[in-house]
């Protein structure tokens, strides 16, 4: 089914059609040939408004819907298992304009008038697999949550304060809480504009909600009976809960403060476990309570280890090979790692072996050189997916699954501080590369040495 947009449309007119789109694979959607010629989002939002509202694509520079001033945003999805539904990526909602925003008082704004006049249409982006795949799971006109709007307010003055500072050129995403200003365009230098305080120009940015904010966001909307929270108490900011809370269990082992809590943790995981406990949380859910998504902080642990050779690097989750070959890196998870997360490293010392005391932690926020760093290897993979330039090689005649190997980056010496390798063992770990390449799982790690540097341990 497919409609021609037009004045007579009534508003919720929109938004009931709009309804009937949930639970359609976009591949069924696709009658122009949207997702052969491109597959990122801006093709998948190409696609909707043109296939199925009849509206042509980038025929206008204002809203979409013309007639009613409302904007359709389509925005990717994903649900993992243990931890249920979390953002993939940032909501832009429109470029900054150096020259004239800070004269804009936020009543005004585009960002407040985005929060009204939005079609937002959600998809599930699954890892590894072909984007016609997807399926639209939640189609909603985006409603700015009263609670969260002070916030939003302060991160939009923020930005503008920077501006009528002459200071645009400072501007980080890492300012701001809910609604920051990311980096737009592409990038290496050929983004700078003038901005009106200062000669120096600044990166082209645009303002947009935080992967953790709409990962919150989803969630209330879909599963407000699972969303967890820590208490923090009024008048209280978040980062001063977080450090209170860990300042009390340092220099205690953790079977004190199993023993303190009453909770008994096992497994690999059990001192991130631990943590979560610390703070009322279910314990492997802490990281995506509401009030750790919103503030943007993540907590990861560090282990001292006896046996210096057991120390791990750390990790992060499994690569998605479709997410590289089809989104700009500023459109990717891994910006939302390092451009917009900030993390508690917790450090915990081995005194005996498989016993550990809680030692300290330290708060990092991951530089500009690492993003950088990180931008680098993922367009590195980036060009050889598109390519056709990954080999893959099995010695069929070592192991129950061969021996596999690869011309993908990722050794240390190739991106310091990135390591890319497998994880895992088993059938499990193998994935299809979007040409049909069947290649073993991989993750992203950060090498040991720079993580135990930045906690303050000896290499």
Not at 374 to 385: P, V
Not at 412 to 436: C, E, H, M, W
């Amino acid at each position: 089914m497919s409609y021609v947009y037009s004045e007579s449309w009534t508003e919720q007119q929109i938004f009931d059609l709009a309804k009937e789109l949930e639970g359609k694979k976009l591949g069924d959607l696709d009658k122009s040939g949207w997702l052969k010629r491109k597959k990122d989002k801006g093709s998948i939002g190409n696609m909707i408004q043109s296939d199925y509202f009849g509206i042509p694509a980038n025929s206008i520079k204002g809203a979409d819907f013309e007639h009613h001033h409302i904007e359709l945003k389509v925005t990717p999805i994903l649900k993992k298992k243990r931890v249920g539904y979390s953002s993939k990526e940032r909501l832009v909602l429109g470029m900054i304009n150096y020259m004239e925003d800070y004269q804009i008082p936020f009543e005004e704004s585009i960002v407040n008038k985005k929060a009204q006049s939005m079609l937002l249409i959600f998809y599930i982006h699954e890892e590894n697999k072909p984007v016609e795949e997807f399926k639209i799971i939640k189609t909603i006109r985006f409603e700015l949550p009263k609670s969260d709007k002070p916030q939003v307010r302060l991160d939009y003055q923020t930005i503008v304060d920077k501006i009528q500072q002459g200071e645009a050129h400072e501007i980080s995403e890492k300012q701001q809480k809910i609604m920051g200003a990311c980096t737009k365009g592409q990038g290496n230098g050929k983004d700078l504009v003038k901005q009106p305080f200062s000669i120096e120009k600044a990166k082209s940015r645009a303002y947009s909600y935080k992967v953790g904010y709409m990962s919150a966001y989803f969630r209330n909307l879909m599963t407000p009976e699972q969303v967890e929270h820590i208490h923090v108490p009024p008048q209280q900011s978040f980062l001063d809960t977080v450090t209170e809370t860990l300042n009390k269990y340092v220099g205690k082992t953790d079977e004190e403060i199993q023993f303190d809590l009453q909770k008994e943790v096992k497994g690999k995981s059990s001192l991130f476990n631990l943590i979560g406990f610390m703070f009322g949380s279910k314990g492997e859910n802490l990281n995506h309570t509401e009030e750790f998504l919103k503030e943007g902080y993540s907590i990861k642990t560090v282990r001292d280890r006896l046996d210096r050779k057991d120390n791990q690097d750390m990790s992060f989750p499994n690569i998605d090979f479709t997410e590289i070959a089809n989104d700009k890196f500023e459109e990717s998870t891994w910006y939302g790692w390092f451009a917009e997360t900030k993390y508690l490293l917790t450090v915990w010392d081995e005194y005996e072996k498989n016993k550990n005391r809680f030692v300290g932690y330290t708060i990092w926020v991951p530089d500009d050189e690492l993003i950088i760093t990180a931008s680098e290897l993922y367009y590195r993979i980036k060009n050889m997916l598109n390519t056709g330039s990954v080999r893959v090689d099995i010695d069929e005649t070592k192991g129950e699954h061969g021996k596999w190997s690869d011309n993908l980056p990722g050794r240390k010496a190739d991106y310091p501080p990135f390591q890319i390798r497998p994880k895992g063992s088993g059938k499990s770990v193998f994935v299809t590369l979007p040409n049909g390449l069947i290649l073993k799982k991989k993750s992203l790690f950060i090498n040991k040495e720079y993580i135990r540097k930045i906690v303050g341990l000896n290499q």
